[in-house]
């Protein structure tokens, strides 16, 4: 295991539905990321927080809300979604952030599917 | 252009064959760069790093070629275990601006 969990591991949502994803990290590593990743397409990367300060929103729509509440624990909050949000959401971590080279360690993310 | 590159393939080998991927980027400042492996239905777990000087860990071999922008990934004497989808993943200035490539996928078959 990578020590990096993620709950739920499947979820069906309505669109009117409000919903949260939790990411929690065992590695005592101080960035973490949430992912999107689609059928037939690259990951894409949503949301980067260092130090439980985000640092980085890759133009995510707002119905996707991030919470770090400590280095440990990374939410993404999900409201009014649509059907081609449906996708596997990975949340990540590594060491630090400003050190380029340092390894990123997945979950095994949650498959969500948008009714 | 797409920052990162790659053939989706299927690549279909016979055990025991030699398999080569290329990933080209499109950024010239770009200075990190990984191999990445992901099984179905499973996350991306890190495979190797790639260095200028190549890097070789048993039978995985990275190369980089910075002056024609691409990486490659050699893996000799193929395992039906090897049977993934192999991900090229670019990082250009901090360690957030990392992007993915769509992964070429390999069957190895008997």
């Known amino acids: 295991e990578t020590g990096v969990t993620q709950t739920p591991r499947h979820l069906v949502m309505g669109m009117t539905n409000k919903k949260s994803l939790k990411c929690e990290q065992h590695l005592g590593h101080n960035a973490m990321y949430w992912y999107k990743q689609s059928a037939k397409k690259p990951l894409e990367l949503m949301f980067v927080y260092s130090l439980e300060e985000r640092v980085e929103n890759n133009s995510v729509p707002s119905r996707f809300s991030p919470e770090c509440p400590n280095s440990s624990h990374l939410f993404l909050h999900l409201h009014t979604l649509q059907p081609e949000d449906s996708a596997l959401y990975l949340c990540?971590?590594?060491?630090?952030?400003?050190?380029?080279?340092?390894?990123?360690?997945f979950g095994p993310g949650t498959r969500l599917t948008v009714l | 252009r797409k920052e990162v590159e790659q053939d989706p393939g299927p690549f279909n080998v016979p055990e025991g064959a030699t398999v080569a991927f290329n990933c080209t980027y499109s950024n010239s400042a770009s200075q990190s760069f990984f191999w990445y492996r992901q099984d179905c239905r499973k996350e991306p777990k890190l495979l190797m790093s790639?260095?200028?000087s190549g890097n070789e860990d048993g039978r995985f071999t990275a190369q980089l070629n910075r002056a024609s922008q691409y990486i490659s990934l050699l893996i000799r004497d193929s395992k039906l275990s090897d049977s993934a989808t192999y991900l090229c993943?670019?990082?250009?200035?901090?360690?957030?601006?990392?992007?993915f490539g769509t992964g070429t996928r390999l069957q190895v078959t008997l």
């Open positions: 993943v670019v990082i250009t200035g901090t360690a957030s601006k990392l992007t």
């Open positions: 790639v260095y200028s």
């Open positions: 990540a971590s590594s060491q630090d952030l400003g050190v380029f080279t340092d390894t990123q360690y």
